[in-house]
């Protein structure tokens, strides 16, 4: 059964600390992605990665970065966190391939508060 | 860049009938994905279209027209477990050799008895 974690559901964190959102994948997935869900925006693309150690900008990427050492493995980093940064995060992977379903899976989410 | 139009809010007796629709402006279209999310948990697949037509899986149908730049998802035999919210998603070429989805804002549905 396919399955992406999530190293927290819930974390709260203070302006200006270094946050890391860490996500796991078993799937042997090429593809990992990070988004942002906020109420009446939707889902946000932040960043992706289609292989190890490769990291693309989507289209929200001010204030993260990302790091992909591993392939089932895919950090989200905010370097010095924000209130504007309160949000749901998701991470979520699929297989490489660009044509056939490949549908992304998702994790559980983080919901981070930044006071 | 993409544009994914979905209406914000629906309601539908159970029982009944409704269908969501979503309009889409791309570049690169590879597909057209439904996910649903209920409240505080992640998306799960629904459906996907490629080709102009109809794909139906059980109670819930997809159907796309890529002249038109449009698709909706039609859910029959509403169920209360059917409230959640629904997302349109368009997967494009991105220029590093894949491929990523931009999803519509959703559309909540409430389902009432």
């Known amino acids: 059964d396919v399955k992406v974690t999530q190293s927290s559901r819930y974390l709260v964190k203070r302006t200006g600390e270094k946050v890391f959102l860490e996500c796991v994948q078993d799937?042997?997935?090429?593809?990992m992605f990070w988004y942002r869900q906020d109420p009446g925006l939707g889902l946000r693309l932040i960043y992706f990665?289609?292989?190890?150690?490769?990291?693309e900008k989507g289209d929200i990427p001010e204030g993260y970065s990302v790091s992909r050492e591993k392939k089932e493995r895919f950090s989200l980093i905010l370097e010095s966190a924000s209130t504007n940064q309160t949000s749901m995060y998701l991470c979520?992977?699929?297989?490489?391939?660009?044509?056939?379903?490949?549908?992304?899976?998702f994790g559980p989410g983080t919901r981070l508060t930044v006071t | 860049g993409q544009n994914i139009d979905q209406p914000t809010e629906m309601t539908a007796t159970e029982g009944a009938i409704v269908q969501i629709n979503c309009t889409y402006q791309t570049s690169g279209f590879n597909g057209l994905f439904w996910y649903q999310q209920h409240a505080g948990e992640a998306p799960t697949f629904l459906s996907y279209?490629?080709?102009?037509g109809l794909e139906e899986k059980g109670r819930f149908s997809s159907f796309l027209s890529r002249s038109k730049g449009y698709s909706y998802l039609l859910l029959k035999e509403l169920q209360m477990k059917d409230s959640a919210s629904y997302l349109c998603a368009v997967r494009v070429n991105s220029g590093a050799g894949s491929y990523q989805l931009t999803f519509g804002k959703g559309t909540k549905l409430s389902v009432i008895p």
């Open positions: 979520a992977s699929s297989s490489l391939l660009r044509t056939g379903t490949y549908e992304q899976y």
């Open positions: 279209n490629v080709l102009d």
């Open positions: 799937m042997d997935h090429e593809n």
């Open positions: 990665s289609y292989d190890v150690k490769m990291k």
